[in-house]
């Protein structure tokens, strides 16, 4: 089984919408993080957490939200999605300790299309 | 803050021929690390190799090798005898060793492997 997945693997939603992307992950790693990865251009960090009362914003927060239910999962939110979010979306965990070079984990990818 | 940048969109390389991707970044951090991931057609993220900013010798792994200048802030990947498999996008990309730990990639290069 995967270290990390993420669901849904592909969405279509409409304007206006709210959708939910999940991450799970068994590696036991303290540290996740959200990326958005748009057509010819490199990964952006949307959201961070170094665990479940630690949660912050990267560079391109605005129109997300995230929840940390567990260590073991990060969801990312579209409060009310639009057409310009529409993007690849990739859930990474990290470990904070021992594991140098704290390298990150990706899972397979959320493509969102909003229509 | 970090910036990473390629400047080759696009690569082509005949089949079991070496290829050099172009990484260059720039940062004020004394201590981070630089790595290279490969993403083919099906969108994962694959982590090809890793070198951190105090390492001497330049990282290998396998026919990959990191071309690791500091002076020049330059991180260029090397592909030794491609194979038709390294079709793909690369990226390059920078972690800082304190605080948030997030990655800041590069737009990436495509490689076309010929046969």
């Known amino acids: 089984d995967a270290d990390v997945t993420q669901t849904p693997r592909n969405r279509i939603t409409k304007t206006g919408k709210r959708i939910m992307l999940e991450c799970s992950q068994t590696?036991?790693?303290?540290?996740m993080y959200w990326y958005r990865q748009d057509p010819g251009l490199g990964l952006r960090l949307i959201y961070y957490s170094f665990d479940v009362k630690d949660i912050n914003k990267g560079e391109i927060s605005d129109g997300y939200s995230v929840s940390r239910q567990a260590q073991a999962k990060f969801s990312l939110s579209l409060e009310s999605a639009i057409p310009n979010q529409t993007a690849l979306y990739f859930c990474?965990?990290?470990?904070?300790?021992?594991?140098?070079?704290?390298?990150?984990?990706f899972g397979p990818g959320t493509r969102l299309t909003v229509t | 803050a970090q910036k990473i940048t390629q400047t080759q969109p696009g690569m082509f390389v005949q089949e079991k021929e070496a290829v050099t991707l172009d990484c260059t970044y720039d940062t004020s951090d004394q201590s981070y690390g630089l790595f290279w991931y490969k993403q083919p057609s099906s969108g994962e993220m694959i982590f090809l190799i890793y070198?951190?900013?105090?390492?001497?010798q330049n990282a290998t792994e396998g026919r990959y090798s990191l071309n690791f200048q500091k002076a020049r802030k330059s991180a260029n990947l090397v592909i030794s005898a491609s194979q038709l498999g390294d079709s793909a996008m690369y990226f390059c990309a920078m972690r800082e060793d304190t605080g948030r730990r997030a990655l800041t990639f590069g737009s990436g290069t495509r490689l076309q492997v010929q046969p």
């Open positions: 590696k036991g790693h303290d540290r």
């Open positions: 990474a965990t990290s470990e904070t300790t021992g594991g140098y070079p704290y390298e990150q984990y």
């Open positions: 070198q951190g900013s105090y390492d001497e």
